[in-house]
Nanobody, 128 residues
């Protein structure tokens, strides 16, 4: 299996930026599509962004397009999430996730249940 560890969360003011990072260990990194999800208190976990195994295709939740950017470095076994123009609604625990690559999948998808491995999460708090 693969182990995922997130970092980079913290407290930021409205309009600020944060860069989250997730490092993977265990199995061959390119065998996995990757995604970022988030969960606010009392709410369900929601899709933020996804990236294909090779990094050539990226996907975003519609309302986050233009503010968030996902990127992976297969040489370093990392996937980052750059978050700009942060809003109070962006507050929550952010999770990195990995889905085993299969012949019929282009990316991991936006459903949390499709992902096989999860990190422990990193907290992002946007204050007004």
């Amino acid at each position: 299996q693969v182990q995922l560890v997130e970092s980079g969360g913290g407290l930021v003011q409205v309009g600020g930026s944060l860069r989250l990072s997730c490092v993977a260990s265990g199995r061959t990194f390119i065998n996995y599509h990757l995604g970022w999800f988030r969960q606010a208190p009392g709410k369900e976990r929601e899709f933020v962004a996804g990236i294909s195994w090779g990094g050539g295709s990226t996907y975003y939740a519609d309302r986050l397009k233009g503010r968030f950017t996902i990127a992976r470095d297969n040489a370093k076994n990392t996937v980052d999430l750059q978050m700009n123009s942060l809003k109070p609604d962006d507050t929550g625990a952010y999770y990195c996730a990995a889905r085993t690559r299969a012949p019929d999948t282009v990316w991991g998808g936006n459903a949390a249940a499709k992902y096989d491995y999860w990190g422990q999460g990193t907290q992002v708090t946007v204050s007004s």
